[in-house]
């Protein structure tokens, strides 16, 4: 077992002010370690999207303490954790989030760019994260020119061309049909199995956590259940 | 990374033709007047100053009559003598020259062709006075002036309607009732301020004139040029008091006659000429700012328009600095690219406006220059806030925005 790559100690995440006042998150203490793969489930309200936003490091506690990768990531700034995400967090969300009218190679080598790595070394990473997600011969092509699956592929091929150490996806499926469902949640599965890739992903669908390892459930703002399934995998 | 940005910005400008077009045509019409104005005014001005070394340089020139005012008309009164020429020429042995001359309106006659013509009587002075040199043949000499001998020199209209562009020296023309035979061609001089030809002249012994053509004795006009580096403002006191003295007129009595600075005159001209440019300038410099407030307005738009976008580039690692330069760049390439039209628009204009009012067209690299780095700095302070807005947005807002 490696060290805890994520551990939320006591958090709290407080909006609005006096008799307005809403506590998303309610002293969540939770840890993640190296290569699991969890879902997050909950109702909407139940602050597991929030919980996201600080795992993900968009967004810091009100109180206690996030440490990602045994640093306290909750202290840091915004540009300090725009280069933790850009270095250590892959991103992929429901409705995809690719720049339009933009190809599917140029979407991928996005975070490079961010990270100053040349042109050449950057098609060459982005043709090998297309790979991955098996869309080779798509590269050229636009969001547009791509159905719900292949652009979530493009997505996923996004958040794992800098090899990061954590997948954040935020309902991946939610805009798909099952059969895509089943095509992306197997990929997942496959990189996290073969690539050791961490993945925490939210859903509310309970067989797309099925392919998920641990299964945790808010509600109120703080964890109700965390179940390991069986073995399916081992962590 | 910079060209990279660049490439990105030019994508987006082309991805928004008609729109950038709209936002550009401000910076365009604001560089465009700015260019126009300015070369058009150097033009102007270096046409002003060339008009004044035509006149000849540090020339007095003195004409009977009172000084009249703005709006006023001369009036005329005793014309000079060979005393008042001759007290002048005693009394100013350092001047560059001091000629007299007499002017009229007359027919010239060659062959069967014929055309009105100034028509100057004078001295061999005033070849010196008013700087005019001679192309072809030779000026008069000091005993035709004196005989009033029947030559004269033509100018380049005179040639033109007589002997095209033939040699017409040793050829006799008829003035009023004179016979002249040409013995020189003058200098061009072209077109005065006042639109007056220039070269439509012809020049003979002032004696000669005053005998057959003006038929009287006047001298209507004596020219004084000072020497090089001599103050023409001391030569004018010096040139009253010896007048006043000739033409005996007592202490407090007003001048009979006039003494015109004509390098005063066109000086102050060319500094009008100057100051006009400049306002105008400044006035077209007002559309440019109105055009970097186009600018600013469009990426404003811009960013909100690609909120979600810029969610995107935060969530997977760009720095602030990154989305600012972007659209800072952005907001800077469309300018830039108004400023690049809005140059050779306004060159345009002015080469046109040059070659409607025959002035010259010589535009000032500098002056390029400074539209080129005054556009894209238009666009950097416009397109400054705009793109901080954008860089300071919340990952997770901007995402979630619709």
């Known amino acids: ?235 | 990374m910079l060209l990279e940005t660049i490439r990105l910005a030019l994508r987006s400008v082309r991805r928004n033709a008609l729109r950038s077009i709209l936002t550009l045509l401000g910076i365009v019409i604001g560089v465009a007047a700015v260019i126009a104005m300015l070369t058009i005014g150097a033009g102007t001005t270096a046409k002003v100053k060339a008009d004044i070394a035509k006149l000849g340089s540090n020339l007095l020139i003195v004409r009977p009559g009172a000084p009249a005012g703005p709006g006023q008309q001369q009036i005329n009164s005793r014309s000079f003598t060979d005393k008042d020429l001759a007290a002048l020429a005693r009394e100013i042995p350092d001047a560059k020259a001091i000629s007299a001359g007499a002017q009229k309106s007359v027919k010239v006659v060659y062959g069967t062709e014929s055309l009105t013509a100034q028509i100057t009587g004078t001295d061999t002075g005033y070849f010196r006075a008013r700087d005019l040199g001679v192309t072809l043949g030779r000026e008069f000499s000091d005993s035709e002036v004196r005989g009033g001998a029947g030559v004269c020199l033509i100018g380049e209209t005179v040639r033109k309607q007589f002997f095209g562009s033939g040699d017409p020296l040793s050829t006799s023309i008829r003035i009023g009732r004179m016979n002249c035979s040409v013995i020189g061609l003058l200098e061009t001089k072209g077109f005065s301020q006042f639109g007056q030809d220039q070269d439509n002249v012809v020049l003979m012994p002032l004696a000669g004139f005053q005998r057959r053509v003006a038929g009287n004795n006047d001298i209507e006009t004596i020219y004084v040029a000072a020497k090089e580096g001599e103050s023409t403002a001391d030569m004018q006191v010096l040139v009253e008091d010896i007048l006043r003295d000739t033409r005996r007129i007592a202490p407090g009595r007003e001048d009979d006659f006039s003494v015109r600075d004509l390098t005063q005159i066109a000086s102050a001209m060319a500094s009008t000429t100057a100051a006009m440019t400049g306002m105008l300038g400044a006035v077209a410099a007002i559309s440019l700012l109105v055009g970097g407030i186009g600018i600013m307005n469009i990426m404003l738009v811009s960013v909100t328009e690609r909120t979600r976008k810029i969610g995107i580039r935060l969530a997977i690692g760009a720095q602030e600095h990154d989305i600012l330069t972007q659209f800072l760049v952005e907001a800077t390439v469309l300018s830039l690219i108004g400023g690049l039209l809005g140059i050779a628009l306004g060159l345009g204009l002015a080469l046109l406006a040059s070659n409607t009012m025959s002035i010259p067209f010589d535009p000032s690299p500098l002056v390029i220059a400074f539209a080129v780095a005054f556009s894209a700095l238009i666009g950097t302070v416009f397109g400054f806030f705009p793109a901080l807005r954008g860089a300071r947005l919340d990952p997770i807002d901007a995402l979630r925005h619709e």
């Open chain 1, 1 to 235: 077992m490696s060290a805890p790559l994520i551990r939320f100690d006591n958090v709290w995440k407080t909006y609005g002010h006096g008799e307005a006042e809403v506590n998303a998150l309610a002293g969540v203490n939770l840890t993640i370690s190296q290569g699991e793969f969890v879902a997050i489930m909950g109702p909407s309200g139940s602050g597991k999207s929030t919980a996201m936003n600080i795992i993900g490091c968009l967004d810091t506690p009100s109180s206690g303490r996030y440490d990602f990768l045994g640093a306290d990531a909750g202290a840091l700034d915004r540009g300090r954790r725009a280069l933790l995400r850009n270095l250590y967090i892959g991103f992929v969300f429901q409705g995809y989030n690719l720049l339009p009218r933009t190809t599917a190679l140029e979407n991928v080598e996005l975070p490079l760019v961010y990270r100053g790595i040349p042109a050449r070394q950057r098609h060459d990473m982005g043709m090998a994260a297309l790979d991955k997600v098996g869309l080779i011969g798509r590269e050229t092509h636009t969001p547009a020119e791509l159905s719900g699956g292949q652009q979530q592929r493009v997505a996923i091929a996004r958040a794992i061309v800098t090899n990061p150490t954590l997948l954040v996806a935020d309902e991946p499926t939610g805009n798909l049909d099952t059969a895509r469902t089943h095509e992306i949640m197997e990929l997942l599965t496959d990189l996290n199995i073969e690539q050791g890739l961490t993945i925490a992903l939210v859903t509310h669908e309970v067989e797309v956590a099925a392919f998920a390892a641990r299964n945790i459930f808010f509600r109120d703002g703080n964890i109700e259940s965390d179940v390991m399934l069986g073995a399916r995998h081992a962590a």
